[in-house]
Structures are given as C-alpha cells and as structure tokens.
Nanobody
C-alpha cells in the first residue's frame, strides 16, 4: 500500500484546509485509516481515524467538532477537513493505513503504512 498526502499549506487562524491522502496498491486489506501530526520538537500524535467496515470514527479531543475525517471509496482517497484551525494545529500531518485488526487505531505503532507528510502552518 502506498500513501500520498497533499493539501497542506499556510492558513490563518479560524480558516479551513482540506488534506487528502490518496492510496494505491493492496488497499482491499486496509482495516483502518488515520491522520497523525508532528509539531517541531514533539512526538507524532494521533488526530483522527476511521475503521473501513462500519465507518466508526475517532478523534483526539483537541480537534473534535473542528476536524472531520472522511473517505471517497471510488477514488481510494481519505480526507481530513480542518475547520476553525488554531495556531496549535501547526504540524506536519501524516496519513496512515492499518492492515492488522490488532492494536488500537490511536497509536502510531499500530499502523503499517505511512504517507510522506504534508506541512500545515496556521498563522495567528
């Protein structure tokens, strides 16, 4: 499975941005997809995820009500709609795919495939 993240950029606080993650390869065995972010000097952290069967979604508390994870099956693409962004949302955002059933969708070590990251910068 290959992942390609895009859509990052510079946005003012309160604005919106939509990240995309196109997937290719053996996508049929993907159990879950997720977005993580890593700010300078900090560890990579969970942002949002969903399980493909049943479409259960998960969000970290700081983005609940502001970010929305979604998918387009026909395009094999996962999106992260970011609304009402804040300066603390500034980070490199990574999309990831989880093939295994075991392991929580909240943890980086549970994911098997990663995109290259896209920079999001929120100005105050």
């Amino acid at each position: 499975v290959q992942l390609q993240a895009s859509g990052g950029g510079l946005v003012q606080a309160g604005g919106s941005l939509r990240l995309s993650c196109s997937t290719s390869g053996r996508t049929f065995n993907t159990y879950a997809s997720g977005w993580f972010r890593q700010a300078p000097g900090k560890e990579r952290e969970f942002v949002a995820a969903f399980i493909w069967s049943g479409y259960t979604t998960y969000y970290t508390d700081s983005v609940k009500g502001r970010f929305t994870i979604s998918r387009d099956n026909a395009k094999n693409t996962v999106y992260l709609q970011m609304d009402r962004v804040r300066p603390e949302d500034t980070a490199v955002y990574y999309c990831a795919a989880k093939a295994r059933y075991s392991g929580s969708v909240l943890y980086t070590e549970s994911y098997d495939y990663w995109g290259q990251g896209t920079q999001v910068t929120v100005s105050s």
